[in-house]
């Protein structure tokens, strides 16, 4: 689905079926002509804001670097023709100014660390206690059918959160590789007056108050982009919305002989869609239709950024609740053979990967790309603009606002000194060894179940709040196969591991729609289950050329297509960080996965799964999972009681 110079990845399609249902979530697109639309902007007159970089403390605890960050109501100037918008954003302490937080009011200071040096972050909740979109809690506290999780039989339907809660968080490292009372699952929520949700924890208790938690980083990912975001129980949509996200880089020293470019030649770019009432003020319109109609890049509308006739790096994350962005780099007709600027693709959600010429890219909301842009190849004076096209909400056939210009680099600047970086076709990047699969290496399905259009979506058609039924060997190597019977692409997100895109392959997708239904009202017997293999309609497809040989969180699942993913090893950091008691990981050890489309994990599209140790018998069953080398036989596999 990435454009790559020379190839282009296909997918066909299966046939549309009645029963395969759209997932618009909370929005159903029915054209309302009351939902608000931003006024008129002038485009590219604001500079590109870049997010301020943390300050760490050391002294706190030894051996890390520690930082104290707040969760605060502020303002933000999204437009020079907008007033100021009250936003939610993170502010982190300065060790070196007491009285001076670091922040912008909107999203959060970058934090920036050195590869396997822990972190240890305080976060404290100073937020409203009644939501900026208070409307939709009430919706969802009130039952609407489009935004309240609907259990699918025999289970019982549960509200994501305590009545008198309008406003609980939890922050989320995302991408990292982290203990669990660290990861900032949904559960761990905590409100500011100081209420916890169920599975609430916090290191070192005795430093923090009701309103607060701690959380330690081991670091140990790949150099990469990982990022930041809230994840509070059934409001993770409205929260990121208000502006609860930054950035997280991991450093590696080794780096610095790759001859990158770096400082203010490396960019980054939080891509998002916000839409804005006339007197600037945030516009939550996703109860009402797909998507938003303004693109902002690190909280501003259509922003320009001055540069020179050199290479950069641009740090791209899709930040958006829904949107999934197909980018390019258009250029005035006249300027080159192509109106397109080709760049490098050097790295993925993980972590570098072999350098890759492209045109275009396909990213999904939490998405992480990482390229090289060489501005040199235009003459000075040459307006390149970052450009969005064939690519809907919800994608790939949705009817949300397009968006196209996103934001202008006008190459105006004089060359500062010579570009010393390395050219990219003589970069020599990290190449990614490709996961074995083996004759014994277990599939495990995931079903990315609708009940009724609009309605609730979950995973295997089990609601998040129930209990873990996926119980996977400490150490172990397995194959996922997400299963997506609708007709929209959904990014599922993989807490902890990183992992890698084995294949995709087309299905029936109405007529398994339908005979899943009637197992799921025949009783769900195991031995009903639909057989995956029995569905399938055509050959393995190979990963899209951006994904190939690159390490991964975030995946797209394509509509009607099972996306296999094979996960190399599911360890958790065992060890502590900085000595604090109860840092590292013990088993059993859960975790969460979930669709990163925003609105869809709010509203159940999500499941806990967990590690447990070698002697641990639950999930156990003693026939292999064959494999002979064709991952796209999709054969039936190695299952639970729960038809997993």
């Not at 996703?286 to 020179?308: C, H, I, S, W």
């Not at 740090?315 to 300027?335: H, K, Q, Y």
Request: aromatic share 10%; with cysteine; glycine share 8%.
């Amino acid at each position: 689905m990435a454009g790559a110079v020379g190839s282009a990845a296909v997918l066909p399609q299966g046939a549309l079926g009645a029963r395969a249902y759209a997932a618009p979530a909370h929005g159903t697109g029915a054209g309302n002509t009351a939902v608000p639309h931003t006024p008129k902007l002038a485009r590219f007159v604001d500079p590109l804001p870049t997010p301020v970089t943390a300050v760490p403390d050391p002294s706190v605890y030894p051996g890390a670097d520690y930082y104290d960050i707040t969760m605060r109501q502020g303002s933000w100037r999204f437009h020079r023709d907008l007033e100021p918008a009250t936003v939610w954003g993170y502010w982190a302490a300065d060790p070196h100014n007491p009285h001076q937080a670091l922040g912008m009011g909107y999203l959060g200071p970058t934090i920036s660390v050195i590869k396997d040096h822990p972190t240890v972050v305080k976060y404290r909740n100073e937020l409203p206690t009644t939501h900026m979109f208070q409307f939709v809690i009430d919706k969802i506290r009130n039952g609407d059918p489009e935004l309240t999780p609907t259990a699918p039989p025999p289970y019982k339907s549960k509200q994501p959160f305590p009545a008198h809660i309008n406003v609980w968080n939890v922050v989320h490292q995302h991408g990292g590789f982290t203990a669990p009372q660290s990861d900032g699952e949904p559960l761990q929520s905590f409100s500011p007056e100081g209420f916890h949700a169920e599975s609430y924890t916090t290191l070192d208790p005795s430093r923090v108050k009701p309103n607060e938690a701690i959380y330690g980083y081991t670091n140990h990912e790949n150099s990469s982009m990982l990022w930041y975001h809230d994840h509070g129980m059934g409001m993770t949509s409205v929260n990121v919305y208000a502006g609860l996200a930054g950035l997280y880089l991991v450093r590696d020293p080794a780096d610095e002989r790759l001859g990158l470019p770096e400082g203010e030649f490396e960019v980054p770019l939080i891509l998002q869609d916000r839409t804005f009432h006339p007197d600037g003020s945030l516009a939550y319109t996703m109860t009402e239709r797909q998507g938003e109609d303004t693109p902002v890049v690190n909280g501003k509308a259509y922003p320009f950024l001055a540069v020179e006739p050199r290479r950069y790096r641009l740090r791209i994350l899709n930040g958006s609740n829904e949107r999934f962005w197909r980018l390019t780099f258009n250029v005035p007709r006249d300027v080159l053979s192509q109106p397109t600027l080709p760049f490098w693709l050097i790295g993925t959600d993980g972590g570098f990967r072999e350098p890759l010429r492209m045109l275009n890219f396909l990213i999904s909301p939490a998405e992480r790309y990482d390229l090289i842009v060489d501005f040199s190849q235009v003459p000075l004076g040459t307006i390149v603009t970052l450009t969005n096209y064939n690519a809907p909400v919800h994608y790939p056939g949705g009817d949300g606002p397009e968006i196209s210009d996103i934001m202008e680099f006008q190459v105006t600047k004089s060359l500062s000194g010579r570009d010393r970086t390395t050219p990219t076709s003589k970069l020599k990047l990290p190449k990614v060894a490709p996961i074995e699969v083996k004759s014994h290496t277990r599939r495990r399905e995931w079903v990315i179940y609708q009940q009724k259009l609009f309605g609730t979506m979950t995973i295997n058609a089990v609601p998040f709040m129930e209990p873990s039924q996926d119980f996977i060997k400490v150490g172990s190597t397995e194959i996922w196969e997400y299963i997506n019977p609708n007709h929209d692409a959904h990014p599922m997100h993989v807490h902890l591991v990183n992992f890698q895109v084995l294949n995709r392959q087309p299905i029936d997708a109405a007529g398994y729609q339908e005979d899943y239904e009637k197992w799921i009202y025949g009783g769900r017997k195991p031995e009903d289950r639909p057989v995956l293999a029995n569905y399938l309609t055509g050959p393995p497809i190979p990963p899209d050329p951006d994904e190939e040989r690159s390490y991964k969180d975030t995946v797209r699942s394509y509509p009607e297509t099972v996306t296999r993913i094979i996960i190399q090893e599911f360890t958790p950091p065992m060890d502590r960080i900085a000595s604090i008691p109860g840092s590292g990981a013990e088993l059993p050890a859960t975790y969460v996965h979930h669709c990163h489309i925003l609105e869809h994990e709010d509203d159940d599209l999500m499941r806990p799964w967990t590690i447990v140790g070698r002697g641990d018998d639950r999930d156990r069953d003693d026939r292999d999972d064959r494999d002979d080398g064709d991952h796209g036989r999709g054969d039936r596999g190695d299952r639970d009681d729960h038809g997993h």
